[in-house]
């Protein structure tokens, strides 16, 4: 499914590029800005702007082409190019809902891993992020411990979100410890790192060392900034397009000014501020729309991206939920953005729920359907089995029938049994079903064990880990 036409991906990026080198972006990073100035940006204080033949360069340089593995065995899982889409949670709620008790609460260790877990289980998530700001521990630290809970309930590929470099430089320790050593996680990285500009046009001093660190380090790096049409943003939809690719693509300048060929992955999360309620919609339309664009966008540029789904600004899993979980889910899929963050987000981004995330891999489980499409040759024409069959026949009981029936989807969660069946199992609604299966998994659902002198090392780590306050050197 496309959005935009190339001419239209073109014009964006053209006034993108305007936009670099006219008004600029600021860099709060004084080794950011001497690598910029250094490969020929102009430079005015904290002010950028880059010239078209740079980011050009950067572009020609960037990787098309990025693949994540599984932790354990190395095995080369998810490849990020083209128009494989992949998804998982998001990082970074200060809330969550405890499945057992229905309590919204800060979120904790247990309740990271306790998330980690359900994502490990679910055939349809690809990849974990956190679902969750741990708050049991200092906040400075608090990265260290999401890490741990993450890499010790699955072997699936995490995206790691970190406070600031000193985080993320232990988080990149912990990974190359799993990996077998740095050479081992460069060339099978299971990790994937993430940074954010301050929309509009600000690269605080924390993103911008974490980018640069990525790209010294040779890892995956996703820079994607959230931005909202009316407040951080232009209030046209081709405005806030101009204005993330500004930003994003700024941030891939630095990444290959940095170190040439280093794993770039530009994204965003853009939607509307809702001018009745001043919040940051995860539910408009809007963010499913300018996201299916911004895929068109990185298409056209052949840049690996990072686009969001799953997530709703209703406050419980209620029919809202729902209805906006689904759109984002199916558009985004269709739309062949490659990583895609933030199944579970409830409550504009406020509160992670597990309950939603269950929900999410069936819905996943329907789109992935629709877009597999209908094969079409000669077994599947069936010509042969309709006269044999005949007219007022049966298919049921039809090789042909147990050889392709698999294809169809078959629901794991909703409801397609008749009134009286439905009834005299509880008549239980989609959300009391996702409740049951989250606590199942938490229960009894095992994850690939991490070996215990690996799960030592860690600990030892973030143990010893130390928080630094913004700004210290």
């Not at 690809?126 to 999401?146: C, K, N």
């Not at 049951?436 to 998994?441: A, N, S, Y």
Request: hydrophobic share 40%; with cysteine; charged share 20%.
């Amino acid at each position: 499914m496309n959005v935009l036409t190339p001419e239209q991906c073109q014009e964006l990026v053209l006034a993108a590029e305007e936009a670099m080198w006219r008004t600029g972006t600021n860099f709060h990073d004084e080794e950011s800005l001497e690598i910029m100035k250094k490969a020929g940006c102009w430079v005015d204080g904290e002010r950028v702007r880059v010239p078209a033949h740079i980011f050009e360069q950067a572009l020609k340089t960037c990787q098309k082409h990025i693949v994540l593995c599984n932790s354990r065995t190395g095995a080369r899982e998810l490849f990020v190019e083209g128009n494989n889409s992949y998804f998982g949670s998001g990082p970074c709620t200060p809330f969550t809902r405890n499945p057992f008790t229905e309590e919204r609460h800060r979120a904790t260790r247990q309740s990271v891993g306790w998330a980690t877990k359900v994502l490990d289980a679910l055939p349809n998530i690809d990849y974990a992020m956190s679902l969750g700001i741990v708050q049991d521990v200092p906040l400075l630290i608090s990265d260290r411990h999401e890490f741990e809970q993450q890499i010790l309930h699955t072997d699936k590929p995490i995206i790691t979100v970190c406070v600031d470099q000193w985080g993320q430089a232990d988080c990149i320790k912990m990974a190359e410890i799993v990996a077998g050593g740095e050479e081992e996680l460069r060339k099978n990285p299971f990790i994937c790192l993430y940074a954010e500009p301050i929309s509009p046009g600000v690269h605080c001093r924390e993103a911008a060392q974490k980018l640069v660190m990525g790209a010294k380090k040779d890892l995956p790096t996703i820079y994607t900034p959230c931005i909202m049409a009316g407040g951080t943003a232009p209030a046209t939809l081709a405005g806030v397009m101009v204005q993330g690719l500004c930003e994003s693509l700024s941030g891939l300048v630095l990444s290959q000014c940095t170190r040439e060929g280093a794993p770039f992955i530009m994204g965003g999360v853009y939607t509307i501020l809702d001018m009745a309620t001043t919040i940051f919609s995860y539910g408009a339309p809007e963010l499913s729309l300018l996201l299916a664009a911004l895929a068109d966008v990185a298409h056209y540029l052949e840049i690996p991206m990072f686009g969001t789904a799953g997530c709703t600004d209703s406050c419980i899993i209620d029919e809202q939920a729902g209805i906006e979980a689904a759109i984002s889910v199916a558009m985004t899929n269709m739309s062949g953005a490659n990583l895609n963050h933030d199944i579970g987000y409830a409550e504009q981004g406020a509160t992670s729920n597990l309950d939603l995330v269950v929900i999410c891999d069936e819905v996943l489980g329907m789109a992935r359907r629709l877009t597999n499409g209908i094969r079409v040759n000669e077994e599947t024409l069936a010509l042969d089995v309709i006269e044999d069959v005949g007219p007022g026949g049966n298919f049921a009981d039809e090789d042909h029938t147990e050889e392709h029936i698999e294809e169809n989807y078959m629901p794991k969660l909703i409801n397609r049994a008749a009134r009286e069946i439905w009834e005299n199992a509880g008549g239980k609604t989609l959300t009391q079903v996702a409740n049951e299966k989250v606590r199942d998994i938490i229960n009894h659902h095992e994850p690939e064990p991490l070996p215990k002198d690996l799960a030592a090392k860690i600990r030892d780590i973030v143990e010893n880990a130390v928080g630094h306050m913004p700004g210290e050197d």
